[in-house]
């Protein structure tokens, strides 16, 4: 019979301890400390309370409880000695099947890894979705970690013992998470669009009406017809918007939604987890035959990342009035115009003024967002509510110099274009470290025509800077930029600088 809260609450501190045998590998003292805090809400709520005890935990504790985990494939394994969970993991990813190449390949990585940090690999290997990853994706796992810096890789082995601690608890109260497992699928359905260059080495890029975007707005459009929502469509911009009705004609709507483009081989859960989940909770209610005292109304926006064109935002922007009828005539590397692509997608230009959305009709926005960070896996968190939304400044710079032989030229005859934006970005490392809060990147970087035995004359790079508030946003960017002036005057060299993008916080 599958364990439940209510007994584990109620059972004797020994009982208890016992109940939770073998979630964490060999150490019972995690368990221990974690039952000090029953009564446990949730099974979420107990899971977290395990897991703040190994992150207060000593790095003398942390490392034993890593050194407790078998090698995958390794001594134990053959010798049968595994625990009755690990077994049936290392079964469940094929790893009690290897051929004799597979197991000599996981026997080296073995002895490299111990070598290499001075305790096992640990890897989660039922996988995300608890079936088990293949053989192959466990060894280029295991051999890309090899490189990963101690400090790194030592909270790296940490979560995926916590992944593991939490599919031992969903085994033993028969806990399955069928909506997650909806999502995560339906995440995987939608990473098979992508554009040509990436999709054939495995990369997810969808960049604005490509074949794949419009593949993706398609297999979007269909979803949300087969959860039920109400009205569906492909608006002027290529957003696909779903409206859930209210229960009373009239009432107000929240509105929801992320983007689907991708940055160049991007994740496949950033902006497309603002979409999904929205969905499954859309057909949830559609299901149990519920209304709400308002309207949900879904927006997967077309575009966000301004990877095909200059312009960003321009499925957001419209909808607030924000879209700049002067976008349509910039060009893409291929020389196509935006009016172009819009035109060859079916879209209807003249309809996008009409887009613009009546905030008195709304009670709302709300998005689901993937962190693309590492504070909640820090703090052993599933989720956070976030306190702002940083505002960002984009510009698309270029530094000139003086190309030159690199042989002859000497040090102090120089006007090395890359050597100047190289110290820039030093810069901008420590300028926005001085906020606490504030993100400086340069994201691009390209020496056009570049040789090995040539000076730079050129250095094509682009500024992104961001801070919670507008006015710290606006003394970063002062700052920097008068920085750039004056690297550029001491070095000998000018600059070009074109702001391509300005976001309020």
């Known amino acids: ?44 709520h107990l899971r977290h309370a395990m897991a703040q005890t190994v992150r207060t935990a000593s790095t003398e504790a942390q490392l034993g409880l890593i050194r407790a985990h078998p090698e995958l494939a390794g001594k134990a394994m053959v010798a049968k000695s595994l625990t009755a969970e690990s077994t049936h993991e290392q079964s469940k990813a094929g790893l009690t099947q290897c051929t004799p190449d597979e197991f000599a390949r996981i026997q080296q990585l073995n002895a490299d890894y111990n070598a290499r940090f001075g305790f096992p690999f640990i890897l989660a290997v039922r996988g995300p979705r608890g079936t088990g990853l293949g053989k192959q994706q466990i060894i280029d796992t295991f051999a890309r970690r090899l490189d990963n810096h101690p400090d790194l890789e030592r909270a790296e082995a940490l979560r995926n013992i916590h992944r593991i601690a939490e599919i031992r608890l969903n085994d033993k ?128 926006f077309a575009e966000e990342e301004g990877q095909r064109y200059k312009a960003t935002f321009l499925g957001s922007g419209a909808l607030i009035g924000h879209f700049n009828p002067a976008w349509l005539d910039q060009k893409d590397a291929d020389g196509v115009t935006m009016r172009e692509a819009m035109q060859h997608a079916g879209l209807c230009i003249d309809d996008i003024a009409k887009l613009q959305r009546d905030p008195a009709r709304y009670l709302g926005f709300i998005e689901v967002h993937i962190e693309q960070g590492p504070v909640l896996n820090e703090l052993d968190l599933p989720l956070g509510v976030v306190t702002s939304i940083n505002g960002g400044v984009r510009f698309v710079c270029e530094m000139i110099g003086t190309a030159s032989h690199a042989g002859t030229t000497p040090m102090d005859r120089r006007h090395d274009a890359a050597v100047g934006v190289a110290e820039l970005a ?67 060299l000018r600059f070009t600088l074109e702001e391509s993008m300005r976001v309020a916080a």
């Not at 004797?12 to 368990?31: F, K, M, N, R, T």
């Not at 806990?175 to 909806?182: C, F, K, Q, R």
Request: with cysteine; glycine share 10%; proline share 5%.
């Open 1 to 44: 019979m599958p364990l439940t809260l209510h007994e584990l609450n109620t059972a004797s501190a020994a009982d208890a301890l016992q109940l939770l045998d073998g979630v964490y590998e060999h150490s019972p003292w995690i368990a221990e400390r974690a039952l000090a805090q029953r009564p446990f809400q949730s099974l979420a």
């Open 173 to 300: 109260f028969d806990a399955e998470p069928v909506l997650g497992n909806d999502v995560w699928d339906w995440h995987e359905q939608l990473a098979k669009h992508s554009d040509p260059g990436f999709a054939e080495k495995g990369q997810l890029t969808v960049t604005y009406l490509t074949d794949a975007h419009r593949a993706c707005a398609d297999a979007l459009s269909h979803g949300m017809r087969a959860c039920g929502f109400d009205e569906v469509e492909v608006d002027a911009v290529g957003n696909v918007v779903g409206r859930y009705h209210p229960a009373t004609p009239g009432a107000r709507y929240l509105m929801t939604g992320s983007h689907y483009d991708t940055v160049r081989n991007g994740g496949k859960y950033d902006g497309r987890l603002g979409i999904f989940v929205p969905m499954a909770c859309v057909r949830e209610l559609h299901r149990a035959g519920k209304r709400l005292p308002f309207g949900i109304e879904v927006v997967a």
């Open 426 to 492: 030093l810069y901008i490392e420590q300028r926005a470290a001085q906020d606490g809060d504030s993100v400086g990147t340069i994201g691009l970087l390209n020496v056009p025509g570049g040789s090995i035995n040539v000076v730079p004359g050129r250095c094509q790079f682009s500024l992104d800077l961001r801070a919670p508030t507008d006015a710290q946003r606006d003394a970063l960017v002062r700052d920097v930029l008068d920085e750039l002036a004056r690297i550029a005057q001491r070095r000998g």
